[in-house]
């Protein structure tokens, strides 16, 4: 395969696994595993080595570009821009139809996010152990935490630069870790849908200028941009790094504690679901239950393409 047609092929992918890390209970990081790149994937982003800018000054001559060119190569870098343009392709497009739904339907789809995290749960369970104490404790904290998180106080946490920052670092371990959303942890930090309208704003301006639209109206849901993805790049290398170590060295308690999270987080969108569903007849009914069963049958069909990949 030529470059450019496997770096065609990276692109698709990237849009794959954009796609699955924009709605919450679907990890981009099982669908690198699907897709046969998560191990490439880990290994470009431990070989990002900031050692390679000290060829910049040089690029003004032949052997220094071709030293530089050789060291982004060593890195994959061709490989993880071409990822990246994909999973920003696909996140951007999710995020508009995640924003009109909202407005449209918020009923339909909460219950849809909530039986994509309550599958997630289920599916994960079977790599949960509950036979000791410690466990059972790591257990409990992690499902009261996040059941008091998801309710009150995400409605209450400030919708402010800092906080996107702290949600994006947050939110980077779970777009890259098998089996755990990063969309998951905005919604339990009551970030998701703040950013999805936020992200819409902001390429909705982007364009905008192409038609003599005005710079300023990018400056506010730009810094927000900006602060998420400064944010995922410093938690790429510190919170994704903790976390992996973790699940090397006490995967059961981890993954404890992550499927805990899980089930204590499905109180925001059964809240969500209960407050934007006023019409409680049979059918309105059966609509909302159908759409939640479409999602949970969403992960388990994902799950179906994994069952032999070890997941951490």
């Known amino acids: 395969m030529n470059a450019g047609r496997e ?42 080595d900031p050692r390679a800018l000290r060829h910049l000054p040089r690029l003004h001559r032949r052997r220094g570009r071709a030293e530089f060119r050789a060291a982004l190569v060593a890195m994959d870098i061709p490989f993880l821009l071409a990822l990246g343009l994909g999973i920003v392709t ?18 339909p789809l909460f219950a849809f996010f909530f039986g994509l995290i309550a599958a997630s749960a289920i599916v994960l369970a079977d790599h949960v152990s509950l036979d000791t104490t410690r466990r059972i404790a790591v257990a409990v904290g992690g499902f009261v935490f996040a059941f008091l998180v998801s309710g009150e106080v995400s409605s209450a946490v400030p919708n402010s630069p800092l906080f996107v920052f702290v949600a994006g ?19 339990l930090l009551g970030q998701y849908t703040y950013l999805t309208e936020t992200l819409t704003e902001f ?24 602060a998420f993805g400064i944010g995922a790049l410093i938690g790429l290398f510190s919170i994704a790094y903790a976390i992996r170590w ?3 060295n006490y995967r059961e308690a981890t993954l404890t504690f992550l499927v805990s999270l899980m089930v204590g987080a499905l109180r925001l969108p059964a809240i969500k679901v209960l407050n934007n569903t006023p019409d409680t007849t049979p059918m309105a009914v059966g ?3 159908a759409v939640a069963i479409a ?12 069952e032999d990949i070890e997941f951490a």
Do not use: C, W
Request: proline residues 3%; aromatic residues 6%.
């Open 203 to 226: 390429t909705n301006a982007l364009a905008a200028l192409a038609t003599g639209g005005s710079v300023a109206a990018l400056v506010e849901p730009g810094i927000v941009v900006v």
């Open 246 to 248: 973790a699940l090397a």
């Open 169 to 187: 670092a947050i939110a980077i371990a779970g777009m890259i870790l098998p089996g755990v959303s990063g969309a998951f942890f905005l919604l």
């Open 287 to 289: 609509s909302v239950l």
């Open 90 to 107: 696909a996140i951007v497009s999710v995020a508009r139809l995640v924003h009109i739904a909202q407005r449209a339907y918020p009923g």
């Open 295 to 306: 999602g949970g049958a969403l992960v388990v069909l994902v799950d179906r393409f994994t």
């Open 7 to 48: 770096l065609l092929t990276v692109y698709l992918k990237g849009i794959f696994m954009g796609a699955a890390d924009a709605v919450p209970g679907v990890s981009g990081g099982t669908i690198a595993l699907i897709t046969g790149i998560y191990e490439r994937l880990i290994q470009a982003i431990t070989s990002l």
